[in-house]
């Protein structure tokens, strides 16, 4: 038998609705699920009515943004004293990490229309790179490539079969030719 839900927005005192728990709330389901969660999903994990949801979050859109930007925000944040070649390594393994336990995070942020989300992973890695002498187009070339790539493995990880799962330790080789040629493409 499921609790009553309140109608409406929640008074004070009586639940902790807020913006925050919502967010942990569509998390919690993404990651049990593998799916982004509905409003009415989220709404009865927190036992309040739909409706109240909206006051925190004017749309589906607004609230998705808000999760995907509040996990992406959980990435590794380079040191700026760090080497640029292992901030990035750590950087990618934190990011591919994030994507395997949110298994329904990547269809996500790739089907966004809002670039909030990516552009957490985009100011960290300027921020690794920064002192690259590459021309803008190639570190453009350069982000989109490795996107795309670690896009692809996360992709094969949620679509290999258990016994032939791809690990962590897979995308060390790949990733370290990676840096090797944009190493090599800064001092063209």
């Known amino acids: 038998m499921s609790k009553a839900r309140r109608r409406g927005r929640p008074k004070l005192g009586q639940q902790k609705l ?10 919690d389901l993404l990651q049990n699920s593998g799916k982004v969660p509905s409003i009415r999903m989220i709404a009865d994990d927190l036992n309040v009515d739909p409706m109240a949801i909206y006051h925190y979050f004017p749309n589906k ?6 999760v995907t930007v509040n996990l992406m925000e959980s990435i590794y944040s380079p ?35 809002n670039t909030g989300p990516a552009d957490v992973f ?4 300027n921020t690794i790179t920064a ?16 996107a795309d790539y670690l896009h692809g493995f996360t992709l094969s990880a949620h679509c290999a079969p258990m016994e032939a799962s791809l ?9 370290r030719f990676y840096i090797k040629a944009l190493a090599t493409c800064q001092n063209l």
């Open 122 to 125: 985009i100011a960290r890695f």
């Open 167 to 175: 690990s962590m330790d897979m995308l060390d080789g790949p990733l």
């Open 18 to 27: 807020s913006a925050q728990a919502i967010l942990f709330s569509a998390q």
């Open 131 to 146: 002192t690259l002498t590459l021309p803008k187009e190639s570190k453009k070339d350069s982000l989109d490539l490795l």
């Open 79 to 113: 040191r700026p004293d760090g080497e640029w070649k292992e901030e990035l390594v750590l950087l990618c393994q934190s990011y591919v990490s994030l994507l395997i336990r949110y298994s329904g995070l990547l269809e996500t942020v790739l089907s966004m229309t």
């Open 61 to 66: 859109s607004a609230l998705l943004e808000g």
